[in-house]
Nanobody
């Protein structure tokens, strides 16, 4: 079955960096766009970043543009989110997700907590 496992979250001071990983299995990884989302306490889940199947196209939420970088390795079935210049408002649970060609999400990971202290 489809499985997504995130890791790499933690506690970091403002201005610091973290690199989140998402290990994917159970589907043809090269056929799917991969997204990162986040959900802060009391808020709705929001889009963070997207990378296309080939890795040639990436998209970011305005709030993270210039600070976060999404990447993937299709040989390893891995997606990463490099987060630099972290801010307290980046505190959230971060999820990776499999986005199908119809724009719907086939699977979500369990999430990894990122906490940025001021």
């Amino acid at each position: 079955q489809v499985q997504l496992v995130e890791s790499g979250g933690g506690l970091v001071q403002a201005g610091g960096s973290l690199r989140l990983s998402c290990a994917a299995s159970g589907f043809t990884f090269t056929s799917y766009t991969m997204d990162w989302f986040r959900q802060a306490p009391g808020k709705e889940r929001e889009f963070v970043a997207r990378i296309l199947r080939s890795g040639g196209g990436t998209y970011y939420a305005d709030s993270v543009k210039g600070r976060f970088t999404i990447s993937r390795d299709n040989a390893k079935n891995m997606v990463w989110l490099q987060m630099n210049s972290l801010k307290p408002e980046d505190t959230a649970v971060y999820y990776c997700a499999v986005r199908n060609p119809e724009g719907k999400y086939d699977a979500w990971g369990q999430g990894t907590q990122v906490t940025v202290s001021s």
